[in-house]
């Protein structure tokens, strides 16, 4: 059951973009069970807000996430019972993964520190990751006796190539931001001084763009990553179609015509 506020949470709209900021630095923003559920119920909240076109989420401190909080009685093996882990990943990790992949505008990862286990999977998930130049990821599932989960199965071959994939998640060596960029794992590495404006500017430059069609494409790049050339081309038509009929379209193509910038609406 979602419980915001929570102190761990932080939720603030800036004009058109949302950010939800993970809040607890002595622990590495690690997630508990709690904290799971309070972050599903923020994004829904951020989902329904209709003046939001971009969600950047971030966290405090000198981690971005350091994944499953292992202190958490919830998942801690403390000699009693076993934990259930599907259970866990079924009822958290997996609807926090799916909630933030459907998000109804572009999501930007801003890696301010270390990201590791579900923490990394949470950042890969989103649509751009920035990280600071300092910052590193680490898949430390293997280093527990774990398999790297919170999609980070799917999405890491997908972003590194399969030989990269498996190097990285059965080592679980840290990867620096430079090299994460270099692997193509993730958008950008910014120097440290100048992470937080170029967060602002890349989020400011996602909300000004045709939400709509930013979304459509994610899930178009994503079915089309599975999918036969065939099925994108269908459902890049049936994507053109709804988006043709829609306003930004219009608004796109007058804005060239009349040399201006065109004004978006559309989510
Ligand atoms: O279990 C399930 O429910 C299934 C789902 C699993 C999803 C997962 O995410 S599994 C992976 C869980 N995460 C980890 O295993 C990461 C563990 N942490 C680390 O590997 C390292 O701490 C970091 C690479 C993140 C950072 O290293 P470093 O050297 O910068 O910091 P540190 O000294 O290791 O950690 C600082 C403190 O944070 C330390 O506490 P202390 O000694 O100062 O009181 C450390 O115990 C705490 N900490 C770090 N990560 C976690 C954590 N506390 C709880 N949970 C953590 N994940």
């Known amino acids: ?45 951020v989902a329904a807000q209709p003046e939001v076109r971009c969600l950047v989420l971030t966290g405090t401190g000198r981690a971005f996430c350091a994944g499953q909080d292992l202190r958490d009685p919830a998942v801690a093996p403390d000699g009693s019972a076993p934990k259930d882990l599907g259970a866990i990943i079924e009822t958290g990790y997996k609807p926090l993964v799916l909630r933030l992949r459907s998000m ?40 527990i006796g774990l398999i790297p989960d919170s999609g980070a199965t799917w999405n890491l071959p997908r972003l590194a190539g399969r030989a990269r994939a498996l190097g990285l998640a059965l080592l679980g060596d840290k990867l620096g931001a430079e090299r994460a960029e270099q692997m193509g794992l993730i958008w950008a590495a910014v120097d440290d001084t100048a992470f937080d404006d170029e967060v602002t500017r890349l989020s400011e430059r996602l909300a000004a763009l045709p939400t709509r069609a930013l979304v459509r494409t994610r899930a178009l790049i994503d079915a089309g990553l599975g999918g036969t050339l065939e099925q994108a081309l269908d459902a890049e038509a049936a994507a053109q179609r709804e988006l043709g009929f829609a306003a930004d379209y219009a608004e796109g193509v007058a804005a060239f015509a009349q040399k201006r910038a065109p004004r978006f609406t559309d989510r």
């Open 1 to 45: 059951m979602s419980q915001i506020p929570n102190p761990a949470l932080r939720i603030e709209t800036i004009g058109r973009v949302a950010r939800i900021t993970l809040d607890r630095p002595d622990a590495l923003n690690a997630l508990t069970a709690q904290l799971i559920a309070d972050l599903i119920g923020a994004l829904d909240a």
């Open 104 to 143: 109804p505008m572009p999501t930007l990862a801003a890696i301010n520190g270390v990201a590791a286990g579900a923490g990394a999977s949470l950042a890969l998930a989103c649509d751009l990751v920035v990280a600071r130049r300092g910052a590193a990821f680490v898949q430390a599932f293997s280093a």
